[in-house]
């Protein structure tokens, strides 16, 4: 009898140590990236946020947020000094150039928080607890005798289109029933004002949620009645009924107004196409009498819900920062809001180094002395944060001031220079995502208006003379034309290549339909009047 014995022999295993190198976001990197694309409006309740959840982080009196760039701090040789950043006629941009490298990313503002916490806590205090010194940051509405923060802006209130139909609901007596169809139809209305979702979809959602058994009839029935609804054209389910609700209200004895009424019924399509000649032929009308019509439709309001979702919308655009123009010279500040009053808690500050001297080091002593020292560091790095944040939006939009001057100087958007982020990120030595951050939500209050940074970007286009000429310029002269055009033979796309390149922009046809596009310009046919 043969005996078989399984023998399972160990397997060796290899231990192999790799060497690589991986890049690896610090929590206060992180920190300040999400405080950069922050706009300027918002920043305060991210202030707030950070106010509540620690306690080692106050608000200060006025300018007590300046004393972080006393001559102790370690960190004010690496910020540079932007009050005196002033281009003028025909100066060099010397001090922007010779900051360009003083702060960029990666620098010694950059904390290893894992090894902080776990090692020796090395919180100066003294840096963050406020003094009366000067700032070393210019802020728009900084001086004596003047607070912005003072000010109270004024709220409107008002109700919301939901809100204003509702109350008008209430005034048809409707019974139960009908009241809860009202309901259904109300909630079915979008913000423009448009009821979208099929009669039969609304049945079935009545019956399914409401346990109401009712059919199309009655509830276009009761549709009719919040179509008398104020504003004029609410609860409409296309655009054409829209129009033709708001001219049932208007004087019937006005013939324009009758003939719109024709027009909106027998030829919406005709009207939308503006094929003109068409709606005479068979209507067997002058041209007069169809100019007095089209001047009563163009009046009306396509998007009734928008008169009052609007007023009920008040955003308050807040500039990030403020450009002026004094003797020729052109000077950028930051917005105030942008310098938040902030200090570590002397308290905390004074309690952290009672328990350092107390002779008692037991495990709870240990735990405290652990917590208000993360606590100290959370505040210290997130003062720092907030600082960062305003040397980067400064270095960033002088940056763009320096490239655009000639635009800054009237405003004239046919001097835009062509330019892309990677121009401005290496022109202030930073990564083209923290220019992005910053373009992408920060405005600039100008003389001649507010601007979003990102519009200052844009492509290039060539030239016969072989310069470069930025997209700007071309959609700029593109508008020009096509506002100059007779509007009863306005110019094809094909036209319009034609004339942008005997004026020396090398342009395809597809590219002027794109920018025309761009600019919200319809086709030639639509652009077409009496």
């Given at each position: 009898?043969?005996?078989?014995?399984?023998?399972?022999?160990?397997?060796?295993?290899?231990?192999?140590?790799?060497?690589?190198?991986t890049?690896?976001?610090?929590?206060?990197q992180?920190?300040?990236?999400?405080?950069?694309q922050?706009?300027?409006?918002?920043?305060?309740?991210?202030?707030?946020?950070?106010?509540?959840?620690?306690?080692?982080?106050?608000?200060?009196?006025?300018?007590?947020?300046?004393?972080?760039d006393?001559?102790?701090?370690?960190?004010?040789?690496?910020?540079?000094?932007?009050?005196?950043?002033?281009?003028?006629?025909?100066g060099?941009?010397d001090?922007?150039?010779?900051?360009?490298?003083?702060?960029?990313?990666?620098?010694?503002?950059?904390?290893?928080?894992e090894?902080?916490?776990?090692?020796?806590y090395?919180?100066?205090?003294?840096?963050?607890v406020?003094?009366?010194d000067?700032?070393?940051?210019?802020?728009?509405?900084?001086?004596?005798?003047?607070?912005?923060e003072?000010?109270?802006?004024?709220?409107?209130?008002?109700?919301?289109?939901?809100?204003?139909l509702?109350?008008?609901?209430?005034?048809?007596?409707l019974?139960?029933?009908a009241?809860?169809?009202?309901?259904q139809?109300?909630?079915?209305?979008?913000?423009?004002?448009?009821?979208?979702?099929?009669?039969?979809?609304?049945?079935?959602?009545?019956?399914?949620?409401?346990?109401?058994?009712t059919?199309?009839?009655?509830?276009?029935?009761?549709?009719?009645?919040?179509?008398?609804?104020?504003?004029?054209?609410?609860?409409?389910?296309?655009?054409?009924?829209?129009?033709?609700?708001q001219?049932?209200?208007?004087?019937?004895?006005?013939y324009?107004?009758?003939?719109?009424?024709?027009i909106?019924?027998?030829?919406?399509?005709?009207?939308?196409?503006?094929?003109?000649?068409?709606?005479?032929?068979?209507?067997?009308i002058?041209?007069?009498?169809?100019?007095?019509?089209?001047?009563?439709?163009?009046?009306?309001?396509?998007?009734?819900?928008?008169t009052?979702?609007?007023?009920?919308k008040?955003?308050?655009?807040?500039p990030?920062?403020?450009?002026?123009?004094?003797?020729?010279?052109?000077?950028?500040?930051?917005?105030?809001?942008?310098?938040?009053?902030l200090?570590?808690?002397?308290?905390?500050?004074?309690?952290?180094?009672?328990?350092?001297?107390?002779?008692?080091?037991?495990?709870?002593?240990?735990?405290?002395?652990?917590?208000?020292?993360?606590?100290?560091?959370?505040?210290?790095?997130?003062?720092?944060?907030?600082?960062?944040?305003?040397?980067?939006?400064l270095?960033?939009?002088?940056?763009?001031?320096?490239?655009?001057?000639?635009?800054?100087?009237?405003?004239?958007?046919?001097?835009?220079?062509?330019?892309?982020?990677?121009?401005?990120?290496?022109?202030?030595?930073?990564?083209?995502?923290?220019?992005?951050r910053?373009?992408?939500?920060?405005?600039?209050?100008?003389?001649?208006?507010?601007?979003?940074?990102k519009?200052?970007?844009?492509?290039?286009?060539?030239?016969?003379?072989?310069?470069?000429?930025?997209?700007?310029?071309?959609?700029?002269?593109?508008?020009?034309?096509?506002e100059?055009?007779?509007?009863r033979?306005?110019y094809?796309?094909?036209?319009?290549?034609?004339?942008?390149?005997?004026?020396?922009?090398?342009?395809?046809?597809?590219?002027?339909?794109?920018?025309?596009?761009?600019?919200?310009?319809?086709?030639?046919?639509?652009?077409?009047?009496?």
């Amino acid at each position: 009898m043969l005996n078989y014995q399984l023998v399972i022999a160990p397997v060796m295993q290899k231990l192999n140590q790799i060497q690589t190198l991986t890049q690896k976001l610090s929590p206060q990197q992180i920190q300040f990236i999400k405080l950069l694309q922050v706009p300027t409006a918002e920043l305060d309740a991210r202030i707030e946020e950070e106010l509540e959840i620690n306690p080692a982080l106050e608000e200060g009196e006025k300018d007590d947020f300046t004393s972080l760039d006393s001559k102790d701090s370690k960190q004010d040789d690496d910020i540079p000094d932007f009050d005196r950043e002033i281009i003028d006629e025909g100066g060099e941009f010397d001090d922007y150039n010779s900051s360009k490298d003083a702060n960029s990313e990666g620098s010694s503002e950059d904390y290893d928080y894992e090894a902080s916490r776990t090692e020796d806590y090395d919180v100066n205090v003294s840096e963050y607890v406020m003094d009366d010194d000067i700032s070393g940051y210019k802020m728009q509405g900084d001086g004596d005798g003047y607070n912005e923060e003072e000010k109270e802006m004024p709220l409107a209130s008002a109700e919301s289109l939901n809100e204003s139909l509702f109350a008008q609901l209430g005034y048809l007596n409707l019974d139960e029933r009908a009241y809860k169809i009202g309901e259904q139809l109300i909630g079915s209305i979008d913000e423009d004002g448009y009821i979208r979702r099929e009669i039969q979809g609304i049945v079935n959602d009545l019956a399914f949620y409401q346990n109401v058994q009712t059919d199309e009839n009655e509830v276009e029935k009761i549709l009719k009645q919040i179509q008398s609804f104020e504003p004029a054209g609410i609860a409409a389910r296309n655009l054409q009924e829209c129009l033709l609700l708001q001219l049932e209200r208007k004087n019937k004895q006005d013939y324009g107004v009758v003939l719109a009424i024709k027009i909106l019924s027998l030829y919406f399509e005709e009207f939308t196409k503006k094929h003109y000649e068409k709606i005479e032929r068979k209507l067997d009308i002058e041209e007069e009498d169809l100019k007095d019509a089209i001047d009563v439709i163009i009046r009306l309001n396509p998007k009734p819900g928008g008169t009052v979702s609007i007023s009920n919308k008040n955003h308050y655009i807040i500039p990030d920062f403020i450009l002026k123009t004094t003797n020729g010279k052109l000077e950028v500040t930051l917005n105030s809001k942008n310098a938040p009053d902030l200090k570590i808690s002397r308290s905390y500050a004074d309690m952290l180094d009672a328990y350092e001297k107390s002779d008692k080091k037991d495990k709870k002593m240990k735990q405290t002395i652990t917590f208000v020292k993360q606590k100290l560091d959370a505040a210290k790095w997130f003062i720092d944060a907030i600082k960062q944040r305003q040397n980067t939006l400064l270095r960033t939009m002088n940056a763009i001031l320096f490239y655009q001057k000639e635009f800054f100087r009237d405003g004239d958007e046919s001097k835009l220079r062509p330019m892309i982020l990677k121009d401005i990120a290496q022109d202030i030595g930073m990564d083209i995502s923290t220019v992005s951050r910053v373009a992408n939500s920060k405005s600039i209050q100008t003389d001649f208006g507010m601007f979003p940074l990102k519009f200052f970007f844009s492509e290039s286009i060539s030239t016969d003379s072989g310069e470069d000429v930025s997209s700007k310029e071309v959609k700029y002269i593109l508008k020009e034309i096509i506002e100059g055009e007779s509007k009863r033979h306005p110019y094809s796309d094909d036209k319009l290549e034609k004339m942008l390149n005997d004026k020396g922009y090398n342009i395809a046809r597809r590219t002027v339909a794109k920018y025309r596009e761009q600019l919200n310009i319809p086709v030639a046919r639509l652009r077409k009047e009496l």
